[in-house]
């Protein structure tokens, strides 16, 4: 039996939830809550899905998905102190954020907002060197650039996730 709004193959709900989503009917650009696990002790870490590309569509160079990633990380953690993880998606369309905490959606897109506005006014790309990365060369600031700038220009649209 299926769930509807679950692109199941097997018809099985999947432990991963974006597995779990049907990938055709998201429309990117979008924020939104991905997963929410309150922990024993009462803590609760929220998951986001900062998808910049439409999946199956469009994505994202890896040298600016690695870039984007060093100054999201780094800029982010200026703005709130509850940012656990900026991690990119393997399939190169978006980024997921991890936070302590329950945060209105509006809270964490002026979060994204304000980070990615630092990104554009880097000169250069943070911890990108061998010493500090594990793959120092594989960056593009001017990659990372064009992507936060794509993302900011289509901020109305952030909250909805599907058409």
Known sequence: MTTPGVATITGMRMNVESFNLDHRTVAAPY?????RKTLPAGDVI????IRF??????????????SLEHS??????????????FSPMGCQTGFYLMVVGDHPQDEIEELIAVSLTDVLELTEVPAANEIQCGWGESHSLEDAKAAARAFLDRRAEWSQVTA
């Open 31 to 35: 924020i939104r809550v991905a997963d």
């Open 46 to 49: 929220t998951k986001y899905d």
């Open 53 to 66: 590309c439409q999946p199956n569509q469009d994505h994202l160079d890896m040298p600016g998905i690695h």
């Open 72 to 85: 999201m990380a780094e800029t982010i953690r200026n703005h709130a102190n509850y940012v656990l993880d």
